[in-house]
């Protein structure tokens, strides 16, 4: 189950297809499938789970996730790569006229469905992409991921490049992964990002990960803080406070 402003998503991941199925909180028996070839059965299931919780979906509802101390600065990275799902990666550019200069893109990324975190950032690509097409020359980049781009910096009065506005930096490489860990990256990716199940199948999509080398911190005064990879992997999934 996936949730943004104004509706709930379930994903479904069955041998012959991928279906989603949302509910809109302006009322419970909208259905909306991003495969029009959902069947009556699953569609009945999806019907029976979102009038179950439209309750919880309901805007009166609230639950709300509390980020990590600041001192635990690992917990907090892992917060931030789970909580946030885009980032802004800059690569090397290999396009004229800004040959050899950082080159900064939006990307989609999931480091897994809501609740199980990898750490890991996974994206889906295209070699047609501009960004993608640096990568193939040179796969070292450098990934930004800020809590700004949630609600929680507003609610608190912090402007998007305040310390206290928690963010995060990874150096690492950019590199395509196969059978199951592609397969887990097809489920994080889509459960969290509906849409992409209908991106165009002639694009030769591929998933991808990014090769974390070194992370750095920034959530409160005082600099930024650095973690190794191995205290970022160590460090415990975020907690949920309702």
Same mark, same amino acid.
């Given at each position: *189950? ?16 991928? =279906? %989603? ?8 028996? %909208? ?9 009556? %059965? ?20 609230? +639950? ?7 001192? #635990? ?9 789970? &909580? ?6 800059? /690569?090397?550019? /290999? ?18 469905? !809501? $609740?199980?975190?990898? $750490?890991?950032?996974? *994206?889906?690509?295209?070699? *047609?992409?501009? @960004? ?7 796969? !070292?980049? @450098?990934? =930004? *991921?800020?809590?700004? #781009? &949630?609600?929680? +910096?507003? #609610? ?8 206290? +506005?928690?963010?995060?930096?990874? =150096?690492?490489? %950019? ?7 592609? $397969? ?6 889509? =459960? ?30 005082? $600099? ?9 992997? #160590? ?8």
């Amino acid at each position: *189950m996936r949730r943004w402003p104004g509706k709930t998503c379930f994903y479904f991941d069955t041998p012959d297809r991928i =279906s %989603v199925c949302c509910l809109y909180s302006v009322s419970p028996t %909208v259905l909306r499938t991003l495969n029009p070839k959902m069947s009556a %059965v699953l569609r009945a299931a999806c019907v029976l789970l979102l009038g179950l919780l439209w309750a919880s979906v309901s805007p009166s509802s609230s +639950c709300r996730v509390r980020i990590p101390p600041h001192d #635990q600065v690992a917990r907090v990275a892992r917060f931030i790569a789970h &909580t946030c799902d885009w980032a802004s990666m800059a /690569t090397i550019s /290999t396009h004229k006229p800004v040959v050899g200069q950082p080159f900064s893109n939006a990307f989609s990324v999931s480091d897994g469905p !809501e $609740g199980s975190s990898t $750490g890991v950032p996974y *994206m889906y690509l295209t070699r *047609m992409e501009i @960004s993608v097409q640096d990568l193939e020359v040179n796969p !070292e980049a @450098s990934l =930004s *991921m800020s809590l700004a #781009q &949630t609600d929680y +910096c507003k #609610q608190q009065g912090f402007d998007p490049q305040s310390p206290l +506005c928690a963010h995060i930096i990874l =150096s690492g490489s %950019v590199v395509e992964v196969n059978g199951t860990e592609a $397969g887990f990256a097809k489920k994080a990716l889509f =459960s969290r990002h509906p849409e992409m199940i209908d991106w165009p199948s002639d694009h030769n999509w591929f998933f991808a990960k990014f090769n974390i080398t070194q992370v750095w911190v920034l959530d409160y005064f005082g $600099g930024v803080k650095t973690v190794t990879p191995e205290e970022y992997f #160590q460090a415990k999934p975020y907690r949920k406070h309702h």
